[in-house]
Nanobody, 121 residues
């Protein structure tokens, strides 16, 4: 069973930093892309940051550009989201997303369970 597990969430003051980690367990994949999404209460889940595994394409939501960085670890099954200059509006549950393309015909998407990030005033 393949699972994505997030960690690193918590409570931080405005202007502080957090680093989220996402680690895949179970079967090892050659990931095509990894991304982070977030969802605040009463709002739709939104894209935050994403990258292909080689880092040839990296995208950020306008709201986090210049503050957040997505990058992979030395292990192929780990991706991070470094969050700086946090604002109360960043408060949300953050979800890790991974995509694999084992064949040209098939695409599979995996989601983590989410980790809570709360930014206090």
């Amino acid at each position: 069973q393949v699972m994505l597990v997030e960690s690193g969430g918590g409570l931080v003051q405005t202007g502080g930093s957090l680093k989220l980690s996402c680690t895949a367990s179970g079967r090892s994949f050659s990931w095509y892309a990894m991304a982070w999404f977030r969802q605040a209460p009463g709002k739709e889940r939104e894209f935050v940051a994403g990258r292909d595994w080689n880092g040839e394409t990296i995208d950020y939501a306008d709201s986090v550009k210049g503050r957040f960085d997505i990058y992979r670890g030395d292990a192929k099954n780990t991706v991070y989201l470094q969050m700086n200059s946090l604002k109360p509006e960043d408060t949300a549950v953050y979800y890790c997303h991974g995509r694999v393309t084992p064949t040209i015909e098939a695409t599979y998407d995996y989601w983590g369970q989410g980790t809570q990030v709360t930014v206090s005033s």
